[in-house]
């Protein structure tokens, strides 16, 4: 029962970004039929307008994008090959280029972060308001207070132009599956560190505030009278009931992360979905910034549903509550 | 133009028209005084040519030592394209890179700026320049095997008519016929003596580009193209890279006899973040890139070793990119030409030069600067700054119309370049009793308002070409009006019998002296009527690393010496990589 209101709610959020999505695009200044006609003329311009439904009521003009988004139509780019109204290249072809690419570097800023924020967080915690906790809240408030398009191009500058420890950008990444494995984690490496940078702050913080509560639990002092070391009673009974707020914000990042994305793709020029947002935005390519929108809406709603579910597994007294209820 | 129009700016009926809207950048005028300098690699073969500044040039990017075969060249761009059809897509510095990767131009530009056959063997008018036959050189395949010969050519000129991109810059064009295996006539409605730049394929030389029938029959050609170029199409991502390999067919041998194209695969990387775009050639990641970002330029200038650059400020023949404020003459209140001279006598351009354009390039008081073959010595007659005259024409204005200032809607692309500059053109104008509207508009827009004339002031960029008839069609009388489609082409709406007469005159005379004689006079109208402000000179910068050889030194079938990077264009065909 539990799933089925999810789903539904799945459902009506969804349909809410697409109309969401479709009516502020539409509000934007300015006619896609002058990006399509390029100046061709009023001709081109009625032309346009009456082939791709633009003079019709928005209700209409909706209902027939929707109609074939459910049939897993995206549409066509208005640019990106297109030429006097001429169809472009389907959108969905753009989108199977780009979104392997920002799926890679979200996940691995993410690995990445967690990586290091959770030993920060987990030796901070075991001694709080000692020097390593103060010094490391201080370091995170700073990497958090810098922002993405600052970091990007000063770890280009260090680490690719001058020290050529990295590649810079417009580096060519070969797929994750062709073999060259290496060379694409150290490809994606840099852009991954900027995305990862930020979270780490945060994870960080979060973690050591939920750790350094659940350290004095009654559960922990048990722990301790049994004579475990105090790795294993971090790592096997504080971690686990300790990253609940953890996982909560990790799943909100996600948004933030495609947000950055942008910037990073941007610098970097990888051509993920961020790049393709970038450039379809500065071209007015309405359907394609329309199908990324969905998309990475969608994306944001599931993985927080599962972050929601996820709930069940690590918590016991969760499951057991639902399994009552 | 980052900072003022990306390529896909302009386009459509202005071919060339890469023409940037904003006003942004720019420099100015003594060329020696601000221009662009060359070091770096690049080995020297033989005499420079002439038509260069030496002590600025160099022989930059001009191959050093024996080719060296193989490798992969990366570029990278300010842009993409939208597609690959000449007839459906305008080319812009990216669009005609591409096109000389995949096409053969039927022409190419000499270096002292003479046009001579590329694809085709010969292009001969008859004595009155009222028809030409270009016959193409035999044994010539298109990519898909297919033969290039006179019914190819003449299914090109036949679609290039029939194009609403193009056809509206063939007026002079009668009739088309194919007179022969490999030989097509056109027959003039009047004489065209300079009808063979428009074949040298620069931006709004489109019609250069020999296609693939089969391909345009099919549809395809502008998501995959097909033509007899030095490369073959492989792959292409919107906005990602376009890849092709070397086209082991090729027609051209170089002069010792050895295969063209040298390297194996060349691929362009679309980066329109210039920063980025540097960055990636500092490391490695392309081998060469071309801006016309001031602030990019004066870092290009500052390496010290490893990189090889050319500017096009040291190119004197055609005519380079000027970025100017283009009114609409047509439109009240700058339909007074009192206002339009009281706004050229406003913009302090030294300052706007130091603040804005960085003094990249000189100062600019028309259409062709010092050094350029149609330089007026004698001046143009362009208004110097004077704030106090400014004043003085506002005022009078004023007077005749109720005493209200003169307000003045100043549209410019949405770039934080564009804004700055608008915003600091715009406290000029505020200073002499203009009240200044600046606006904001998309770049796609704010073309279709230079189209169809809902402006009053415009930033812009335009008229770099290898031949001053190839902006015919923005300053003709007969450009002012709507053609089909309810466009016009000469933006500024500018109606003068004179320039209509001075360029038709120089379209249809050979003698040297009288065409330099009649783009003058163009000038010294358009100096006086005002439909342009101008602001600066843009300049382009191509920069390469060390490894990557004659990228800046084209030859054509005969091995004379083809003309540099102009607006950021150069040709693929003969650079090399060493290793």
Redesign the interface.
């Known amino acids: 029962m539990i799933w089925l209101r999810r789903a539904i709610q799945l459902v009506v959020t969804v349909l809410l970004v697409t109309l969401l999505t479709f009516l502020l695009t539409s509000l934007l200044p300015g006619s896609p039929v002058y990006e399509i006609c390029q100046g061709a003329g009023n001709a081109c311009v009625k032309q346009v307008t009456a082939l791709d439904g633009l003079n019709k009521p928005f209700v209409v003009q909706y209902l027939l994008w929707l109609k074939h988004l459910l049939t897993g139509n995206l549409g066509y780019s208005y640019t990106e090959g297109a030429s006097f109204g001429a169809q472009g290249v389907p959108i969905a072809s753009l989108i199977k280029t780009a979104y392997p690419i920002t799926l890679e570097e979200i996940v691995f800023s993410q690995v990445m972060a967690l990586m290091v924020a959770v030993p920060l967080a987990m030796y901070a915690a075991l001694r709080p308001n000692r020097l390593f906790d103060r010094l490391s809240t201080t370091v995170s408030f700073a990497t958090l207070s810098v922002p993405t398009f600052i970091v990007a191009p000063l770890l280009v500058l260090i680490f690719a132009v001058t020290f050529h420890v990295f590649p810079g950008p417009a580096a060519q990444i070969p797929s994750l599956f062709s073999g060259q494995f290496l060379t694409n984690l150290h490809t994606m490496f840099l852009p991954a560190a900027v995305l990862a940078i930020g979270s780490v702050a945060v994870y960080q913080r979060l973690l050591r505030a939920d750790m350094v509560a659940t350290l004095e639990e009654d559960f922990i002092l048990m722990a301790r009278a049994k004579g475990l070391t105090t790795a294993r009673i971090l790592t096997r009974h504080a971690l686990r009931p300790s990253t609940f707020t953890l996982m909560t914000v990790a799943g909100i990042q996600v948004g933030g992360l495609i947000t950055g994305a942008v910037i990073v793709e941007s610098v970097f020029q990888l051509n993920g979905l961020g790049l393709l947002l970038t450039h379809s935005v500065a071209q007015h390519d309405y359907p394609t910034i329309q199908a990324i929108t969905v998309i990475v809406a969608v994306a944001y709603i599931v993985i927080n549903l599962l972050i929601d579910s996820l709930y069940l597994v690590i918590d016991p007294r969760i499951r057991r509550a639902r399994a009552t209820s | 133009m980052p900072r003022s129009y ?1 390529r ?1 700016t ?5 071919l060339k028209t890469t023409a940037g809207a904003a006003a942004l950048g720019g420099t100015g005028a003594l060329l020696d005084a601000c221009g662009g300098s060359s070091k770096g690699g690049g080995g020297t073969t033989t005499t420079p040519p002439t038509t260069y500044n030496v002590k600025k040039h160099l022989k930059t990017g001009w191959g050093s030592g024996t080719p060296v075969r193989g490798g992969t060249l990366t570029i ?1 761009t300010e842009a ?1 394209e ?2 690959f ?1 000449p007839s ?3 080319f812009d510095s990216t669009g005609v890179m591409y096109a000389r990767t995949i096409y053969d131009p039927l022409a190419i530009t000499l270096a002292d700026g003479t046009i001579e056959p590329y694809l085709a063997e010969s292009i001969t008018p008859n004595a009155d320049y009222t028809s030409w036959e270009i016959t193409l050189r035999p044994n010539v395949l298109f990519h898909d095997g297919t033969a290039c010969d006179g019914a190819a050519l003449l299914l090109n000129m036949k679609t290039y008519l029939a194009s ?2 193009v056809n509206f810059t063939l007026t002079y064009v009668d009739s088309i016929s194919q007179t022969g295996p490999l030989s097509v006539t056109i027959n003039m409605k009047n004489p065209w003596v300079s009808f063979n730049a428009w074949l040298a394929g620069y931006i709004g030389g489109q019609i250069a580009y020999v296609f693939a029938p089969n391909a345009s029959h099919k549809k395809t050609l ?2 995959h193209p097909v033509g007899t170029g030095p490369f073959v199409f492989e792959s292409w ?5 376009f890849t092709a390999t070397a086209n082991p067919h090729y027609w051209r041998k170089d002069s010792a006899g050895r295969q063209l194209p040298y390297v194996d695969s060349i691929t362009f ?1 679309p ?3 210039v ?3 540097f ?2 050639l ?5 081998d060469l890139m071309h801006t016309d970002d001031d602030p990019t330029i004066l870092q290009i200038r500052s390496l010290t070793s490893g990189y090889a650059y050319v500017e096009d400020d040291v190119i004197t023949v055609g005519q380079p990119d000027m970025d100017f404020l283009m009114i609409n003459t047509a439109a009240t209140p700058l339909n007074d030409i009192r206002l339009r001279r009281a706004m050229a006598y406003a913009f302090n351009q030294p300052n706007y030069r130091q603040v804005i354009c960085e003094h990249v390039a000189g100062p600019t008081d028309g259409l062709f600067p010092p050094g350029n073959e149609y330089y007026n010595p004698a001046g143009t007659g362009y208004p110097t700054y004077n704030p106090a005259k400014a004043k003085a024409l506002v005022q009078a204005w004023m007077h005749d119309n109720g005493g209200q200032p003169p307000v003045v809607p100043y549209g410019v692309t949405q770039t934080p370049e564009s804004e700055r500059a608008a915003a600091t053109a715009s406290t000029y104008f505020t200073a002499v009793g203009f009240k200044v509207q600046p606006s904001t ?2 770049q ?2 704010l ?2 308002d ?3 004339g809902f402006f009053h002031v415009l930033g812009w960029r335009q008229f770099a070409n290898v031949d001053p008839d190839l902006n015919y069609v923005f300053w003709a009388k007969t450009a002012a009006v709507s ?5 016009v082409t000469n933006f500024a709406r500018f109606q003068d019998n004179v320039v209509q007469s001075e360029l038709d005159k120089a379209r249809q005379t050979a003698d040297h002296a009288t065409r330099v004689a009649a783009y003058q006079a163009v000038e010294q109208r358009i100096c006086q009527d005002l439909p342009y402000i101008f602001t600066d000179r843009d300049v382009w910068n191509v920069c390469a690393n060390t490894k990557t050889q004659n990228w800046n030194h084209p030859t054509d079938p005969q091995g004379h010496v083809g003309l540099g990077m102009l607006s950021g264009i150069i040709w693929p065909t003969e650079i090399w990589k060493t290793t």
Not at chain 2, 10 to 14: H, P, Q, S, Y
Not at chain 2, 483 to 487: A, E, I, N, R, V
């Open positions: 990306d896909r302009f386009i459509a009926n202005g990278g993409d939208s597609g059809d459906e897509v305008a609403p991109l502008n998501l991502q919107p906005n990602v890279k990387l980066i329109p973040d920063a980025s775009r960055s990636a500092q490391t490695g990641e392309i508009v998309q796609a827009q073309i279709g230079a189209v169809l053609h089909t489609g309810g466009f």
